[in-house]
């Protein structure tokens, strides 16, 4: 936690409190249904919770924002965004529905009322939102043909609205096919510790 605080030093007393639970909240549910790897939940605010508010060193979200989590496993990056964004609109997707009920449940346990879960499939989902977030779902290409029907033509926002997906490795291939990314932050640049140093932002206006 005090890596969190450490890069975001003015969170409210209740952002504090709701991400010094996760800690416990993800522990207990990823001993019924692993949604974190095992060998990792010990690394969950620098891997999982940190990872997922690089998001917000790109962009402040304005009040009102709609943003789609794209395949959010238990809730990562739509929970920690939903915490750091209280006034913002945030819905979680993903298409396997145990992973969909931790979200669910974690996002209940601490009070996040601007946050939604649902058992659904990308391709599925209908509504209109001003952003999508994703960590690492599919290959980027693929990721872009199936949000562009989800994107506000409405904008709100200093970025135009769009796309910002985290990824890590060797990604020039599979962005390489992408014509519009405007942005590809490197995440060392924000964050000092060693596991960020492969680790990327991607941001691409739709």
């Not at 030093?9 to 949604?35: F, G, H, M, T």
Request: proline share 4%; net charge positive; hydrophobic share 40%.
């Amino acid at each position: 936690m005090n890596t969190i605080l450490k890069y975001f030093p003015n969170l409210s007393s209740r952002q504090q409190e709701q991400l010094c639970a996760l800690y416990d909240l993800y522990s207990d549910w990823n001993e019924k249904i692993n949604v974190i790897s095992r060998k990792d939940i010990c690394n969950l605010y620098e891997h999982h919770v940190l990872h997922s508010l690089a998001i917000a060193k790109a962009i402040n979200f304005k009040p009102g924002t709609k943003i789609l989590d794209f395949g959010t496993g238990g809730g990562i990056p739509g929970i920690p965004l939903s915490i750091l964004f209280p006034d913002c609109q945030f819905k979680l997707i993903d298409g396997t529905g145990k992973k969909i009920r931790v979200a669910t449940e974690i996002a209940k346990a601490i009070g996040l009322e601007n946050c939604h879960a649902a058992h659904l499939r990308g391709e599925d989902e209908k509504e209109k939102f001003d952003f999508v977030v994703s960590r690492a779902v599919m290959q980027l290409p693929d990721l872009l043909k199936i949000i562009r029907k989800n994107i506000s033509k409405k904008q709100m926002n200093v970025l135009p609205n769009g796309l910002f997906c985290l990824k890590g490795g060797d990604i020039q291939a599979e962005i390489s096919t992408v014509k519009n990314i405007t942005q590809k932050k490197l995440l060392s640049d924000w964050f000092d510790e060693e596991w960020f140093k492969e680790k990327y932002l991607i941001y691409v206006p739709i």
